[in-house]
């Protein structure tokens, strides 16, 4: 998956009103382009796609996590019809999958996501900056999860690696950790 960078919100919507021109005159079977997102970046986009296009609003479900108590990633669809649709890109404990021609999805998308939907034509995107390389993550105490997120200059395999190489670090970090309460336990330290 290769990720292209913007300047603006403009200059991303810009760009995927042209894949949409393209893949609406060349497939016979033409679906749609999705773009998913957190909420702060598909306002943006919707909000161009309203100003700067005649395409019709069919269903909108787009709420800010504090109002909805949904903190996951938005998907916004544009259909074979030139018809937006908005919605939760998660439902439950998973992600949607979809089959639509071309799907762009912020770097700051779930790997989840992703790799439910790795089998599509995914194009990762950043609005505003190039970072050359940077990791960072957050870990939710409550639930034992970690989101992870890596911005590289480098396609979804390389960062793939990168993700499989700090998960095998944390498992013998956990391994070693177990082992020593083990002894702890052993000699009731």
Same mark, same amino acid.
């Given at each position: /998956?290769?990720?292209?960078?913007?300047?603006?919100?403009? *200059? !991303?919507?810009?760009? $995927?009103?042209?894949?949409?021109?393209?893949?609406?005159?060349?497939?016979? *079977?033409?679906?749609?382009?999705?773009?998913?997102?957190?909420?702060?970046?598909?306002?943006?986009?919707? &909000?161009?796609?309203?100003?700067?296009?005649?395409?019709?609003?069919?269903?909108?479900?787009?709420?800010?996590?504090?109002?909805?108590? +949904?903190?996951?990633? #938005?998907?916004?669809?544009?259909?074979? %019809?030139?018809?937006? #649709?908005?919605?939760?890109?998660?439902?439950?404990?998973? +992600?949607?999958?979809?089959?639509?021609?071309?799907?762009?999805?912020?770097?700051?998308? &779930?790997?989840? !996501?992703?790799?439910?939907? %790795?089998?599509? &034509?995914?194009?990762?995107?950043?609005?505003?900056?190039?970072?050359?390389?940077? $990791?960072? =993550?957050?870990?939710?105490?409550?639930?034992?999860?970690? =989101?992870?997120?890596?911005?590289?200059?480098?396609?979804?395999?390389?960062?793939?690696?990168?993700?499989?190489?700090? %998960?095998?670090?944390?498992?013998? /970090? &956990?391994?070693?950790?177990?082992? /020593?309460?083990?002894?702890?336990?052993?000699?009731? #330290?």
């Amino acid at each position: /998956m290769r990720t292209l960078y913007f300047n603006s919100t403009d *200059d !991303f919507v810009d760009s $995927v009103l042209e894949y949409y021109e393209r893949y609406e005159h060349k497939a016979e *079977d033409f679906t749609g382009i999705s773009i998913v997102a957190p909420y702060e970046v598909l306002i943006g986009v919707l &909000n161009h796609l309203v100003k700067c296009t005649s395409f019709n609003m069919k269903n909108i479900h787009l709420e800010d996590g504090e109002c909805a108590d +949904y903190w996951s990633e #938005w998907i916004l669809t544009v259909d074979f %019809e030139r018809q937006i #649709w908005v919605q939760e890109a998660k439902y439950g404990s998973g +992600y949607i999958f979809t089959e639509d021609d071309v799907v762009f999805v912020h770097n700051d998308v &779930n790997s989840a !996501f992703v790799k439910k939907n %790795e089998k599509e &034509n995914l194009i990762a995107f950043e609005i505003g900056t190039q970072d050359n390389e940077s $990791v960072s =993550h957050v870990a939710n105490h409550d639930t034992d999860d970690y =989101h992870l997120t890596v911005k590289s200059n480098s396609d979804a395999i390389e960062a793939l690696k990168i993700v499989k190489d700090l %998960e095998s670090r944390i498992n013998r /970090m &956990n391994i070693v950790l177990a082992e /020593m309460d083990r002894f702890y336990r052993l000699f009731q #330290w």
